[in-house]
Structure formats: structure tokens, C-alpha cells
């Protein structure tokens, strides 16, 4: 890879070819995929790749990455809290393992070890249950104490004078960030050159169905017809949902975060505090990357505001006292759509042909690849994969829930 590089850089008059073209829409598609971030992306690429299904369109109403992809803060993990959740985020930490050697380019994937900490009995007593958890299938993550957390974070104030003192920790090494335009761009590249079209500045009017079952869908560009759609959409999952006449049972809210002014290099670990609703890591450009809470209210503004950065502010000076100078750089929002239980919703729908890959709330991100791979294999193959069925949407009405809000880094 780097031979490449080096020898396209000397080589000022050889054009890097574009990543991924605009191609002209067909009439009809045997997949269409409304969304373009990185779930629609990667189901577009592993269809293409492990089936041969390359008559595939993604349909994005702006330009690929603009949503959830592009506005998350890049944690990627699989220290959740029930067996179903950490089988399955466990199998896209490996996806992205792998991801720099598939793709032949560097998505930037950097393994640094993610700390959730605890600063009270029950968080504690989560931490441990999590942890056990996880090594019951080979997660690597364990309760740590302060002691151990100041080794490995030295920044951090474990003294008892803060309001909320640190207890101990979830580590996960395994736990890392990466360049999450790269993850886009990768699977557009991967999936493009395969034969997928990707279809930017293309709106999902309407979802078009005929007796129970998908025939196409109308976009602002004309109908195109389709045997089977799927929904990756997030922000907006519910409103898309309802053109095929399926309800979701969704709330969207916006998560806001933000980015400091660079910083020398002071931080190697991702550090997050569920009760003091904080995460926060910084880049390979010195800032510090930071969220909180979702707002309080149900909404699909992507702004920040004032009330977000004071708030976040305080909580991470109880960590980091020694930052209370720094200045935040830029602030926006991503859309999250939250389901009753805070586990997605992905595979079949009442509607032939229509399937789901939403709901994913605060995880979406970070489980791209493996939806993608599992979707594409349950479009392919017509048949729901093991890792998928604890998240179908029936099990609202089977009462059978994934509880996975205390693995949350995010306060709600
Ligand atoms: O689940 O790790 C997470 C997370 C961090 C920010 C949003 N979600």
C-alpha cells in the first residue's frame, strides 16, 4: 500500500482514478438501498462480494457519509452488556480488524483501549457483570481498579475530591476509534468497482407495494423497481418505514458532540462515564472528541447549542481538571432512533421484500461491517442469519426485549 503511495505522490501527473462515479440509474434494481453511510454501504459491498449480487443501487438523498456516519464520534467496541449484543459487535470489531488489509488502504483503526467508568456501587456492580459477560465469549474486558486506570490514563484525576470520584472501570482493550470517513469511502470504493451504483442527491419519495409486497420505490429522480428494498437509513428510519405502511416503534433524538482545539498528545485511551454522560478520546489531529447526552427532547435538529457544551464542559473537568483553558472548535449533532429495549432492529418486515437494518440509537457506527455482512446474507440467502434474530422486529410483539441500555456510553 505505501509503495503505491509514495510512488503515486512522486508521480505528480498520475491522477489518483475517483473513489467511486456516478452512473446513470437504471429502471430496475434487484436490490435497492435507501442510505448512504456506512450500513447501506457495506451491505451494498458484502452483496456484491460473498454473493455475486451487484444489480444494486444505494439511493442517498445528500452525499454518502452525511448522516450518522459522519457525525458519530468513531468508538468502536463490543463490551456490551447481554450475550446477543457482544456476539454481535464482537464480530465487527474483528471486521474491522481486517478492514485496512481488505480495503488496501488505511482506514486508521486504532486500538487503544476504551475505560467506562464507574463512580457508584451499582455501576460497579455493572462493570463486573459486563465484564463477565464478555469473557464468557472471549471479550477481552475487565473491572479495573483507580489505581490501574491512572497507570493507563495518568491525566486523569482519581483523587476522592471530585463530586463523582472514580471507583473502578470497565477496561476493553480491543476498544479503539478509526477514521470514519475512511469506512465510507472504503466500502463506496469496494462496493463501485464491483458494479454498485451510488446514487448521491437521490431522495426516497415513496416506497412502492403491490399486495403485500415490494415492487420499487419513487425517488425525486423517477421510479425505479425493485425486488427487494432495504431501509439503512438512520435519522430518518421511521419516516421511511411508514412509506411501505411499517411502523417502527422509534423515537429519534439528536446526540451532539464536539471537537477541542488540538492538543499536544496527552491522551491514548478512549475514556467514557456513563453517569457523568461523557465519552471522550482525542484524534490524531491532538483534539479531544467529545459527547454527552442525547437532548433531552425528541427531535431531528442537527445543531449544538450552549446548553450541550456547558454541560459537557463541567463533566469533563471533573476528569481532567487541567483542561479548563481548552477551547471547543466546532459542535454538531448526529440523529439517533431509539428503540424501546436500545438494541436495532434489522431483517424482515410484514411487507414482502421490505427489510430493515435501524434503530441502532448511540451504536450505530460501530456496528456497520457486521450489519452490512449479516443483511446482505439475509437478502442473499432469504434466510434470517443467528447473529440477526435476536433483533427482529417482531420480538416487540413476542415481548422478547435485548436490553442493552446499561451498556450505553451515552446517558439518556
Ligand atoms: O456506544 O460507544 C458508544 C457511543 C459513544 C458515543 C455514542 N455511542
Not at 13 to 32: F, G, L, Q, R
Not at 78 to 100: I, R
Not at 222 to 251: F, Y
Not at 363 to 371: E, L, Q
Request: glycine share 10%; with cysteine.
Amino acid at each position: 500500500m505505501s509503495i503505491k503511495l509514495i510512488k503515486q505522490g512522486l508521480n505528480s501527473k498520475e491522477a489518483p482514478a475517483p473513489m467511486w462515479t456516478a452512473k446513470e440509474m437504471k429502471d430496475s434494481y434487484d436490490v435497492v438501498i435507501i442510505g448512504g453511510g456506512a450500513h447501506g454501504l457495506a451491505c451494498a459491498y458484502y452483496l456484491a462480494k460473498n454473493y455475486g449480487i451487484t444489480n444494486v443501487a444505494i439511493m442517498e438523498k445528500r452525499y454518502i457519509g452525511s448522516g450518522g456516519s459522519g457525525r458519530n464520534t468513531t468508538i468502536i467496541r463490543s463490551n456490551y452488556l447481554t450475550p446477543e449484543g457482544v456476539a454481535f459487535y464482537n464480530e465487527s470489531v474483528k471486521l474491522y480488524e481486517q478492514m485496512s488489509v481488505e480495503f488496501d488502504y488505511n482506514v486508521m483503526f486504532s486500538q487503544r483501549g476504551h475505560f467506562t467508568l464507574a463512580h457508584n456501587d451499582s455501576s460497579v456492580r455493572i462493570m463486573r457483570r459486563r465484564a463477565e459477560v464478555n469473557q464468557i465469549q472471549g471479550v477481552d474486558s475487565r473491572f479495573i481498579t483507580p489505581q490501574e486506570i491512572k497507570e493507563l490514563c495518568p491525566a486523569i484525576d482519581i483523587s476522592d475530591h471530585p463530586r463523582y470520584p472514580i471507583l473502578g472501570a470497565l477496561y476493553h482493550p480491543p476498544g479503539g476509534i478509526i477514521r470514519h470517513d475512511a469506512v465510507v469511502w472504503g466500502y463506496a470504493h469496494h462496493a463501485d468497482r464491483m458494479g454498485v451504483h451510488i446514487h448521491q442527491l437521490t431522495e426516497v419519495q415513496d416506497i412502492l407495494v403491490d399486495n403485500g409486497k415490494v415492487t420499487g420505490v419513487q425517488t425525486n429522480r423517477g421510479k425505479v423497481n425493485a425486488g427487494v428494498v432495504l431501509n439503512a437509513t438512520a435519522g430518518w428510519c421511521s419516516t421511511i418505514s411508514d412509506m411501505a405502511g411499517v411502523k417502527m416503534p422509534v423515537t429519534t433524538f439528536p446526540l451532539q458532540a464536539c471537537v477541542s482545539e488540538p492538543l499536544k498528545a496527552f491522551l491514548d485511551v478512549i475514556i467514557v462515564s456513563g453517569s457523568l454522560h461523557v465519552y471522550v478520546s482525542q484524534s490524531d489531529r491532538g483534539e479531544l472528541v467529545m459527547g454527552a447526552s442525547v437532548d433531552p427532547f425528541a427531535s431531528y435538529s442537527v445543531k449544538g447549542g450552549i446548553g450541550f457544551t456547558e454541560g459537557l464542559a463541567g463533566h469533563i473537568l471533573e476528569m481532567f481538571p487541567s483542561l479548563s483553558n481548552v477551547r471547543i472548535l466546532r459542535q454538531w449533532a448526529g440523529l439517533c432512533d431509539m428503540t424501546p429495549d436500545y438494541s436495532p432492529i434489522m431483517g424482515f418486515t410484514p411487507v414482502e421484500g421490505f427489510v430493515v437494518d435501524v434503530g441502532w440509537g448511540t451504536y450505530g457506527f460501530k456496528a456497520s461491517p457486521v450489519s452490512g455482512k449479516r443483511m446482505a446474507e439475509l437478502i442473499a440467502t432469504n434466510k434470517t442469519p443467528d447473529l440477526l434474530a435476536p433483533f427482529a422486529l417482531d420480538r416487540f410483539e413476542r415481548f422478547d426485549l435485548v436490553g442493552e441500555k446499561g451498556a450505553a456510553s451515552v446517558g439518556h
